[in-house]
């Protein structure tokens, strides 16, 4: 049984006040639910805040992005170790926006996977195929390369510390959900994925999260899936009550 894992990648969004403020609110609404992890990505500012206010509850914290190097002359990086200092367990590696929008490679994500292992920051690593890939039928060669450029160097223990989170391009931020049955198929190629770069027992232990306009209404018919095993969150975790009704789906 893969227990479910409910994150919130808050991208560019909250202040240390405002994520206080969040937290404040979070905290009462999710403190009975114990059917899943709860994760929250503030950006680099309030992690510590956060990081903070979560104390001696079960919602741990994690970055969206950072530097495979400890340190260094990389102006404008953040590195592993400084996230662990700030709270974090965990740190989000090659979101699309990432990829996309700052032109991160599989080589880098494959750098940075490492790196956060070695720091004991548990990867949640995204992959995903824009639209333009999945009208060509190229969504099962973009996520191969993706997972094999990212996991290549692993081994099966390293893997077994992942969260993996498919995230389709096209239905990031634009209200277009991909159906419970879209993601379910793209989950279940990554599972084989998996199973063929590392075992079977490593495969199906794998969790694997949809992020794509998950919201309250449609979290439910997502995790009806048994490939679902939770959802990457981004607009609608930036309000307390709205990430809320999707962790107690
Ligand atoms: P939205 O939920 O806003 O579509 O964002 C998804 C996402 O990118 C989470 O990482």
């Known amino acids: ?31 009975n639910s114990q059917h899943c992890e709860i994760v929250v990505a503030p950006p680099y500012t309030a992690l510590a805040a956060t990081a903070e206010a979560a104390k001696g509850s079960t919602i741990t914290v994690a970055a969206q992005n950072a530097h495979w190097e400890k340190e260094g002359a990389f102006t404008g990086e953040i590195s592993m170790p400084m996230l662990v200092e700030a709270g974090c367990q965990g740190v989000i590696l090659g979101h699309s926006e990432r990829r996309h929008l700052f032109h ?24 995903g195929e824009l639209l333009h890939e999945r009208e060509s039928n190229l969504t099962h060669a973009i996520l ?15 893997f077994s510390r992942i969260l ?28 084989e994925l998996a199973q063929k770069r590392f075992s079977t027992e490593k495969a199906s232990a794998l969790r694997i999260l949809y992020g ?17 095993d939770g959802a990457l969150v981004g607009g609608a975790s930036l309000d307390a009550q709205s990430f809320a009704s999707i962790v107690n789906f």
């Open 1 to 31: 049984m893969r227990r479910p894992v409910i994150a919130g990648n808050w991208k560019m969004y909250k202040t240390q006040a405002e994520a206080r403020a969040f937290m404040a609110k979070l905290l009462p609404l999710v403190a």
């Open 212 to 228: 794509g306009s998950v919201k309250p209404d449609n979290i439910k018919g997502l995790m009806a899936q048994v490939e679902i």
């Open 144 to 158: 191969e390369k993706q997972f094999e450029g990212a996991f290549a160097a692993l081994t099966a223990d390293d």
């Open 104 to 127: 991160e490679t599989n080589e880098n994500i494959a750098k940075k996977v490492r790196a956060a292992l070695d720091n004991n920051l548990r990867p949640i690593v995204c992959v």
């Open 164 to 191: 993996l989170a498919y995230e389709p391009v096209w239905a990031i931020g634009t209200g277009r959900t991909a159906t419970p049955e879209i993601a379910a198929d793209a989950h279940r190629y990554l599972r």
